[in-house]
């Protein structure tokens, strides 16, 4: 480093290898800024959001109408904590509410933190509601499922990584294979309190379920008296060309999990969504969070939440995931085996690479060095999951990145 220059990104770099756990493996971008899909590093270079922050970043980096209503809220009051009332929460909660189709929300802050509301809630239905003996609800879960990191969630993750040496872990969970309906049949017992399911397993590398799977889960869970949770962190408010996942199969579930995407891209903000019926369960003194629901965490959601819609940032997911998708394939008919597959459903597609052709991280990194930000999941799928601002002009800048860095040294 130039002494003149100041600190660049190698200092920062091993500044965070010296002092930050080793519990990640960074691609070597340091970010400095970002707007809208575009993020530039502290030299300066010149990025393209394909990542979109595993879906936190939606809106785009820091979108004027939510850097304002931000602002604005920090003018006022930011954190008052639940034992008071706001009037940012009540309006968010019923934009949430109307949007998702659900009667009641509540509000955490983080994806996990929304998933273990889903687990409490969904055990207490069980035994005060369908008449599980005490002590004995089971929820299925799916085999590759990603729900987040804390005890109970990785208790149940079927990932090695994820649990080794970290048991022991809360039993109450029995595991089905995503998209087979013969398979949660067989994992069921009288004690099933509910399922607890992504509508398309991201971490697991952008996997759809077979056409239909959903409405015969949605039959299934009516049928047996156990409730449909559906985990929509990365996939809800967009991100797959309709709102939320579900509405592909039009079904609805008996419960809503949501995050990433729902803090507008400036903060944590998640939610736990049902009818009365299924919400009462709780009563005061039952759950909490002391942000969840916090007055500038509400202030931004909604906002988020009027931009996608007076946006039509949905619509844009629609139109722009196929496009993005299309262009996708074209690489995959030109790459010959080192492209096993290019999978997913609006702005959310995986390329899985073939190991035995190439490595799906040294393309990730051979993008970033030619200003293209993706980033692998499980070793092999390269995961595309832009903002859904993101232009055609932008795809076709990117894509031929990504053709030039996969068709490398190829005649
Ligand atoms: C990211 C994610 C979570 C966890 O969210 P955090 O905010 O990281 O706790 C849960 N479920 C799904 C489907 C996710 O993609």
Redesign the pocket.
């Known amino acids: 480093m130039d002494s003149q220059a100041g600190p660049g990104s190698r200092d920062y770099v091993a500044l965070e290898a010296r002092y930050g756990a080793r519990n990640y493996h960074p691609v070597p971008v340091v970010v400095d800024r970002a707007l809208d899909c575009l993020v530039w590093d502290v030299e300066g270079r010149e990025y393209i959001d394909m990542m979109g922050a595993?879906s936190a970043v939606s809106h785009g980096h820091l979108h004027p109408r939510l850097v304002a209503a931000a602002q604005r809220q920090l003018g006022k009051v930011a954190v008052t904590s639940r034992a008071y009332y706001g009037n940012t929460l009540g309006p968010f909660l019923a934009k949430l509410c109307s949007i998702a189709g659900f009667q009641r929300a509540l509000p955490m802050n983080?994806?996990?933190?929304a998933?273990e509301t889903a687990i409490k809630c969904a055990r207490r239905w069980g035994y005060r509601v369908k008449g599980i003996p005490d002590g004995q609800a089971e929820i299925l879960v799916a085999r590759g499922n990603?729900?987040?990191?804390t005890n109970t969630i990785i208790g149940f993750s079927s990932e090695p990584e994820y649990r080794a040496g970290f048991g022991p872990f809360a039993p109450g969970f029995r595991h089905f294979d995503f998209g087979d309906m013969a398979s949660i049949e067989a994992a069921a017992t009288p004690n099933t309190c509910a399922v607890l399911i992504?509508p398309i397993q991201?971490?697991a590398g952008v996997i759809v379920p077979p056409a239909g799977f959903f409405r015969e889960l949605r039959d299934w869970c009516t049928r047996n008296r156990v409730l449909l949770i559906d985990?929509e962190?990365?996939a809800g408010l967009g991100r797959t060309g309709r709102w939320f996942a579900f509405e592909h199969e039009g079904i609805r579930p008996d419960a809503l999990?949501l995050?990433?995407a729902l803090g507008g891209g400036l903060l944590?903000v998640?939610a736990f969504l049902a009818d009365d019926a299924v919400m009462d369960v709780f009563n005061p003194g039952s759950h909490g969070s002391t942000f969840g629901g916090n007055a500038l965490a509400a202030a931004v959601a909604l906002e988020g939440l009027r931009v996608i819609e007076e946006e039509r940032l949905v619509e844009r997911a629609a139109e722009m995931g196929p496009y993005l998708m299309r262009r996708l394939q074209d690489v995959q008919a030109a790459a010959g085996p080192l492209i096993r597959d290019v999978r997913g459903r609006g702005l959310w597609i995986g390329v899985d690479i073939d190991p035995a052709h190439g490595s799906a991280r040294r393309l990730v990194e051979r993008l970033a060095e030619r200003g293209v930000l993706s980033k692998e999941t499980h070793e092999t799928v390269i995961r595309f999951a832009p903002p859904l601002t993101i232009t055609r002009e932008l795809i076709d800048r990117a894509v031929d990145i990504f053709r030039g860095v996969v068709l490398q040294g190829r005649p």
């Open positions: 595993y983080t994806g996990a933190e998933v990603f729900h987040g990191r992504e991201g971490e985990d962190v990365q999990i995050g990433k944590p998640s």
